[in-house]
């Protein structure tokens, strides 16, 4: 939510300009997901702008729907819309639908084809809803991956690769000991806190382009391409006397 809504801010200069309106419908509670954060604030960008650029009047809506197994986001807009027979090439490259003059705002036709590449790389799915003269509705649904299922997936990827090279590949795991004990003594929201606030001390002292470290609900898990033992066990001595 905290994501969407700084995307949205940087379109309310713009959007103000034109006489459109922003319109939110969110959860009230926090939702968190792992996700590349750059690559889904580009998405947002990228249907924000396409919103913006063929809606004349009305407004645009932002969403959210946390599921059970994924979080479902769109961007509604009140403008010109696009045809049935065009919608099935809505994500392909170069395509561009609904000019509303040849003076409008032109681009290269890629925003929607790259949104489609990066949420399918994220195991996503995105489609399209429009009625022509009526607006438009662009989805797309994030999966929630368990953090041990996703650093699982992680180190076979990171031990094929060092397989290949010759190179090799260390986790570490960051397990607070006494876990159950602690949350009944301090409480679900203060131990959340810490095991977040563990989480980036890690991340602060990690390579950032290759080391990656994912935080579970009581461990942070760690993995170290290119690391030894010898180099792993110097992160975790660096890391405890931080």
């Not at 959860?27 to 792992?34: E, H, L, M, T």
């Amino acid at each position: 939510v905290s994501l969407a809504k700084e995307v949205s801010s940087s379109f309310a200069s713009a959007f103000h300009s034109k006489g459109l309106e922003i319109k939110y419908n969110f959860p009230k509670d926090k939702i968190q997901i792992y996700a590349d954060k750059d690559r889904i604030t580009q998405i947002f960008v990228n249907l924000m702008s396409n919103a913006g650029k063929f809606t004349p009047a009305g407004h645009v809506e932002i969403s959210i729907v946390n599921k059970e197994n994924e979080v479902e986001c769109a961007v509604t807009d009140t403008g010109i819309g696009i045809s049935d027979e065009d919608q099935p090439r809505v994500f392909s490259k170069f395509e561009q639908f609904g000019r509303v003059s040849e003076s409008a705002e032109k681009g290269a036709g890629l925003g929607l084809a790259i949104s489609k590449g990066l949420i399918e790389l994220h195991r996503g799915k995105i489609w399209v809803e429009s009625k022509l003269g009526r607006g438009t509705k662009i989805s797309f649904t994030l999966p929630k991956f368990r953090p041990r299922e996703l650093f699982k997936e992680y180190v076979s990827c990171g031990l094929a690769g060092a397989i290949k090279e010759g190179a090799s590949l260390s986790i570490a795991i960051f397990e607070v000991k006494n876990y159950d004990a602690l949350q009944e003594r301090l409480g679900r929201d203060k131990i959340a806190f810490i095991m977040h606030s563990l989480g980036q001390l890690i991340k602060t002292n990690l390579r950032p382009k290759s080391d990656i470290s994912i935080e579970d609900s009581r461990a942070i898990l760690v993995a170290l391409p290119e690391t030894d033992k010898k180099g792993v066990c110097s992160t975790a001595k660096r890391l405890k006397s931080s």
